[in-house]
């Protein structure tokens, strides 16, 4: 099926690393322009270099997105070079923090809604204008089932509770942006088999995790683009402020 992503423009936050980049090379794939964000812009260049010596558009952006200043230029350096925002992609995250509630300090927590929270409506708020204007978007949040059901140390309470906070926001920013053909969703993703992920676990820990699963394995990032790239295009544009789990069957264990 042909999702109508060629010529289309997409901001990736958290672009260069992880499941950011596995969606960024996919969008590229679909013949989309990506424009790589992220706080490393190391990682940024090598994923656009990839993109770019594959044949096809990227730009990597140094963007730290708790930082609406930078997230504001990010924004229209992709609309200078790309002429336009088709998608935006919410993927950046706080480094991982672990620890019970009560270990938690102030700033820990603090850090984990400034990325998480805080930058996924930086994002929006410098896209919504875009969109509305030209009557079409769409964004895609990545929130997680821990928002949804609550975590347990190694995942902190910090972190879930973020994540929780980006559903309610992605059903907000539906509410208040479809009238202008613009879709807002997320995705909640099981345990995904990326760096982040399991080098927070002991070896017990993650054979415990493909144990709770339907499907008796961990996710991979790639398990999740056909998902992000449906919500990205207009086979899904009557799908709206929701938040869709992909977690290989974890929740109905
Ligand atoms: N891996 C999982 O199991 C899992 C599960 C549920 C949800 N998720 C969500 O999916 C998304 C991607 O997770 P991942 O495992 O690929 O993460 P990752 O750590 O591999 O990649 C995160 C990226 O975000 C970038 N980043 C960090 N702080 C930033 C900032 N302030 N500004 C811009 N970029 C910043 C990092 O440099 C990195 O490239 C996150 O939102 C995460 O919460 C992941």
Redesign the pocket.
Same mark, same amino acid.
């Given at each position: 099926m042909d999702l109508g992503l060629s010529g289309k423009v997409a901001f990736v936050?958290?672009?260069?690393?992880?499941?950011?980049?596995a969606f960024s090379l996919t969008y590229a794939g679909e013949g989309a322009a990506v424009a790589i964000?992220?706080?490393?812009v190391e990682?940024a260049e090598g994923v656009a270099d990839e993109i770019v010596q594959g044949g096809g558009r990227a730009l990597a952006i140094a963007?730290?997105?708790?930082d609406s200043a930078q997230v504001n230029a990010a924004v229209e350096r992709t609309v200078g070079e790309f002429g336009q925002i088709d998608i935006l992609v919410?993927? *950046?995250?706080?480094? $991982?923090l672990t620890g019970t509630l009560e270990e938690l300090d102030d700033e820990a927590w603090d850090d984990n809604f400034r990325?998480?929270v805080k930058?996924g409506f930086y994002c929006i708020k410098a896209v919504a204008p875009l969109m509305k204007e030209r009557r079409y978007g769409k964004i895609v949040n990545?929130?997680?089932?821990?928002g949804r059901r609550g975590s347990a140390p190694p995942t902190s309470a910090a972190?879930a509770a973020s994540?929780g906070a980006i559903i309610a926001m992605t059903a907000s920013a539906a509410r208040e942006l479809g009238p202008y053909n613009v879709n807002v969703n997320a995705i *909640?993703?099981?345990? $995904?088999?990326?760096?982040?992920?399991r080098n927070a676990r002991t070896p017990d820990q993650i054979e415990a995790t493909v144990q709770s699963t339907a499907v008796k394995r961990l996710?991979q990032?790639e398990d999740l683009t056909g998902l992000a790239m449906l919500l990205s295009s207009d086979v899904s544009s009557f799908i709206t402020g929701q938040t869709i789990t992909a977690d290989g069957g974890a929740l109905c264990m």
């Amino acid at each position: 099926m042909d999702l109508g992503l060629s010529g289309k423009v997409a901001f990736v936050t958290g672009a260069g690393h992880g499941i950011g980049r596995a969606f960024s090379l996919t969008y590229a794939g679909e013949g989309a322009a990506v424009a790589i964000a992220d706080i490393n812009v190391e990682w940024a260049e090598g994923v656009a270099d990839e993109i770019v010596q594959g044949g096809g558009r990227a730009l990597a952006i140094a963007c730290d997105v708790s930082d609406s200043a930078q997230v504001n230029a990010a924004v229209e350096r992709t609309v200078g070079e790309f002429g336009q925002i088709d998608i935006l992609v919410n993927d *950046a995250v706080s480094p $991982i923090l672990t620890g019970t509630l009560e270990e938690l300090d102030d700033e820990a927590w603090d850090d984990n809604f400034r990325i998480n929270v805080k930058g996924g409506f930086y994002c929006i708020k410098a896209v919504a204008p875009l969109m509305k204007e030209r009557r079409y978007g769409k964004i895609v949040n990545m929130a997680s089932v821990v928002g949804r059901r609550g975590s347990a140390p190694p995942t902190s309470a910090a972190y879930a509770a973020s994540k929780g906070a980006i559903i309610a926001m992605t059903a907000s920013a539906a509410r208040e942006l479809g009238p202008y053909n613009v879709n807002v969703n997320a995705i *909640a993703p099981g345990q $995904i088999d990326t760096p982040r992920w399991r080098n927070a676990r002991t070896p017990d820990q993650i054979e415990a995790t493909v144990q709770s699963t339907a499907v008796k394995r961990l996710g991979q990032p790639e398990d999740l683009t056909g998902l992000a790239m449906l919500l990205s295009s207009d086979v899904s544009s009557f799908i709206t402020g929701q938040t869709i789990t992909a977690d290989g069957g974890a929740l109905c264990m």
